[in-house]
């Protein structure tokens, strides 16, 4: 037994240094003080000064690092193989190479849940804020619903439309925008300031993400924020916005919807304020379908036919996803969610509607 642990002990020790991130990960994931540490000491300061560097480079490193684990898989899958057959002692050839992939499995597993587990057990953007989600009368869902929809029917006008009437503002532009995007919300909410903004990616592989149903994703492991080059426009801005937020180490997703919407309101850029308008009465006016039809109706025939054909143009586009790989993307990014501790899963994308009208109804907005 000595000499197999001797024989094997780079592999061994790889193991129980995975093994000790792991557990303490585990051990101590309910002391918010330590994960507040964690995060502020070494996550988020860490995954900045990454996303600085890849954004010296004009290609995403995620989609780099995802075609890399590939080949490398492959390869390693096919030398495994190749070393096996040609092996004298081969259970010492199977038990180090499966082991060798164990590790490196396990090695990623450790470095996602300390570059960005971590965040689901720190303090979050409302308990910075001090703005906490309560009930919502049906009263101030319709009415915060009913701003929103004059907002965006505000600016809808504002921004490049194609020979259909849709949102037709390039991508690019609105990516440009990035490095100043959350600026007006520091007054209000200092701990948003992160310094530089790291440059946003286009993804290559955009359609790959439509079919998950994914319109951005954020990538600890370089600190980027990556876009889906591909579906309708007119969100787009928004969702750079969500990214962006998550960059700052919010991982609720309601919370950065919240903050895309408001962010995106307060850039001086029309295409943005359009956009974030447009996401905050998505989320609101689905919310009300439910609660009040008829309130939900009267508030829908008001908006103008600009806004209708953005609204039909992302319907029909997201339509052509739905499916199989579509469904179980969504059903293990919710187990992904609710593995960290956001018990809400998927259904927290809807949980923005208490945070929106919590705080345009208590800001006077709604009712102006």
Known sequence: MRSFIRFFRGLHIWLLVNVALLAF???????????NAVSNNFSMPLERTLGRLWSLVPFSGMELCYALAIIGLIVFLVRSVWLFRRAEYRAEVAYRRAMTLCNAILSLFAAFCLLWG???????????SGLIPQ?????????????????????????????????????????AVAP????PLYWEFPFLNVGPEAKPKGMLCSRIMSAMGF??????????SNLNMDFPAATFPATLAHELAHRRGIASEQQCNFLAVLASTRVENDAFRYSGW?????????????ADREAWLEIRLSLPASVEADLQAANDYWQQYEGPVNEASEKAYDSMLR?????????SYGAVVDLLVLYYTTNGHANS
């Open 339 to 347: 593995g960290y501790g956001d018990e809400l899963g998927m259904k």
């Open 118 to 128: 971590v965040n689901y057990y720190t303090d979050d953007f409302c308990t910075r």
């Open 25 to 35: 990960f585990f051990i101590f994931r309910s002391h918010r003080s330590v994960m």
């Open 278 to 290: 447009l996401l905050g009465y998505i989320h609101l006016a689905n919310a009300l379908y439910t």
């Open 180 to 183: 100043d995007l959350y600026r």
């Open 215 to 224: 319109t951005g994703v954020y990538f600890p492991y370089t600190g980027e």
């Open 135 to 175: 009930s919502v009368s049906k009263a101030d869902l319709i009415e915060t619903t009913r701003y929103f929809a004059e907002q965006t029917a505000a600016y809808a006008d504002r921004v490049a439309r194609n020979a259909k009437g849709e949102y037709n503002v390039p991508r690019e532009s609105s990516m």
